[in-house]
């Protein structure tokens, strides 16, 4: 009687354990925020400020509320010499992830015309992506089932108060069956900082797919001076 009892006990706590672990994981955010854009009819002349392309975008998220002021542009990929697609950005306070995505005018800078087979690219943010190698440059190609992505650059410095975007950094991600929308609102950052704060900071970058696969993690270095 006395091991059936004790087996009745051990039972309980488990079920009671279970209740209490689902309740904790139910409770938990892992809803990324959404960035709502207007339809509008903008131009982004090369080398200009972000602020027109930020006209008519706004962010909600579920836990955090309003996060509009918090929505950054991500980069800018052209499509044509006339054309471009613009990336945002938004992060919630869990560190959850938003991306939307639309499409502008596009003018280049009157003094100096790119040539034509480099009008296609991106522009980022930061402009790193001039700095990387020809090997870092190669498209990423699935391999397997977890996803894969890449950084444009795997440290950064910038000055105290200075704003600093986690998606700017973030080169591509590809996976064998996911696109790459749907992998960018799962792109996940580890690792506290504080751009106010001098010192260095240590943040992991992965992606995980609609199968729960992960892709190997990347630890970036960010120093604030």
Known sequence: ???????????????????????????????????????????????????????????????????????????IVLTSEDSAIVYYGVMDDSKNIGTARRRVNYKSQAEEEPPAEETAGEVGAEGMEGNMSPEQMEPLEPNGPKPIMALTTEQMTIKAGENFDPLSIVRDAVDDKDDKNTLYQHIHTDGTYDVRTRGSYEIRYYVTDTDGNASDPIIFTLTVE
């Open 1 to 75: 009687m006395k091991h059936r009892g004790l087996a009745l006990v051990m039972a309980a706590a488990c079920a009671v354990l279970t209740v209490i672990a689902a309740f904790i994981y139910l409770r938990q955010d892992n809803t990324p925020p959404e960035i709502k854009i207007e339809e509008r009819d903008i131009t982004y002349t090369e080398g200009e400020g972000h602020d027109a392309l930020m006209e008519g975008v706004s962010a909600v998220d579920k836990a955090d509320g309003d996060l509009s002021d918090k929505v950054f542009v991500s980069k």
